[in-house]
């Protein structure tokens, strides 16, 4: 070898040497990089986590802030008192409770058992399962606004549609929002804000579908503000019962004061609350609509025995068209005025006819409501099956009866004159004056499309259900409109036959009086 082999491999052993030191520094520096960086991943997850954590945690408190109280509250009891006093206080507490309910349900109710209730649904069963009923309803709103890339080659576009599922799982899926839950004796109010994309009446549209989540028969629903809304559901029928009327008072009251004519008792209302009807003053023509066996027979009598002491004391003088000449005809004293045939229908009116423009000539110009008194009482007309004078008989008959019936309701209301029709078939042609009757009465119908012919539009779907009330449940039906939000279920007071007999004996032992409607008809015809 010589110099210069030897020189140059000198410099390339010390370039190789050079190279490997640079190496092994480099690797070192890296080494601490990756290092570090792999440090500093680990404590970012951890703080990641640690921040989750946190939030949850104050979201819980935020959220839940009575459950995480309670709790605070047993953990505290437990360390400072022990766990046996915790249970043998609970323990105490709850056979007082109970006691405290089989002693007195209603008074517990009020005072305590709603509260207990409404805590325990709501943290049970509405804030677990309300927004799946709420997503399974179509009450949420999803984010849809991801564009979607429509390619037209078939195995590509199939690829697309998945990945806009997936876009679409991955966004938020807006759910109304539960505020409060309300436990009452029968219903459960649970209010929720809408999501910006809802409207109040959404909800009314799938009230059936929530009350078959809820595995309840009804549910309601009530717009509070734009944005909330109360879902009702009916958790026990208060009305699956027969309600008792009124009992005819003792004879010694024989006055009629202490009877808000404006307010007579008709029966319950599915709240417990007493259904009551007008006899006088707005919403006293009454129109109530009902299939054969309804129960309209009860909403007739049950308001007539609660008048009973202002009839009898001449405050209330009722008037009576009969074409089947039986419900009537079993209280035929308690008319004053009666007519069976079209021909006696349109005697009665024609009674009333007289009676209105005399009271026109009367109070014209000195006063814009005629009080009640003996001498000009308040003149109720019970017209029963209205739809067999107003649509099944002759052409002249009808259009008589009809004309009359139409000024009476229309003009009747500041006279002291209100009319009660009962029909079973509510279409306009049975009933042509159906809508100038102010107050509306839905007992079981047999179709649905009769339900917006008595209550107007919207009404079976706002929770008016007529068509659905069975058929054992007489006297049970739908008042709406008049001051009343909501379709409410009313159950008419029972009125059985002897209570009848026994209101037709006290109205006439008290001077109510018979006018005999022949001896008129003689009287105009020798005139
Ligand atoms: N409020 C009520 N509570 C319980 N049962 C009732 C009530 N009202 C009526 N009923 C029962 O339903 C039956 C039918 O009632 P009702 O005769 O009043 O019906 P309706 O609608 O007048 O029938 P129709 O048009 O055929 O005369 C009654 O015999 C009674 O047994």
Partial sequence: ??????????????GLA???WVL???GRVLASVFEALAALAVLGVALWGLLRAVGWIVRQLVGHWRTCLALLALWAWCTVLGWVSLVVTVG?????LLMWWRLDAVGYDQWCGRWLRAWWLRWALYGRKLAGWLHACGLTVRDDAIPVDVTVNLVSRRRKREAVAK????SGVAVPKLLSVRSGPSWDEVRVRLVPGQKPEDFDEVARELAVARKVARCQVRELEPDVVSIDFMRRDLLDTAVTGLPVPEMVSVD???VDLRAVYAGSTEYGTPWTLPLVGGGAHTLVAGASGSGKGSVLWAPLVSAAAPIRAGLVRVSGIDPKAVELAYGRGIFARYGVSGKEALDVLEALMEELENRKRVFAGYTRQVPVSAEYPVELLEFDEIGALTRYTDRKTRDAIVERVAILTTQGRALGFAVRGYVQEPTKETVPVRELFTRRIC?????????????GDGAYERGAWANRIPESAAGVGYVWGEGIREPLRVRAGWVP???VKHLEHYVTNGGASVIHLSDRRGERGTA
Avoid: F, H, W, Y
């Fill in 443 to 455: 007992l079981r119908v047999t179709a649905k499309s009769q339900v917006p012919m008595v209550l």
């Fill in 18 to 20: 050079v190279v490997l």
């Fill in 24 to 26: 092994a520094k480099v």
């Fill in 92 to 96: 105490v507490l709850a056979a007082v």
């Fill in 497 to 499: 036959d002897q209570t």
């Fill in 256 to 258: 009629g004061s202490g």
């Fill in 167 to 170: 876009a679409r799982q991955a």
């Fill in 1 to 14: 070898m010589n110099t210069q082999e030897i020189m140059t491999t000198l410099a390339v052993g010390g």
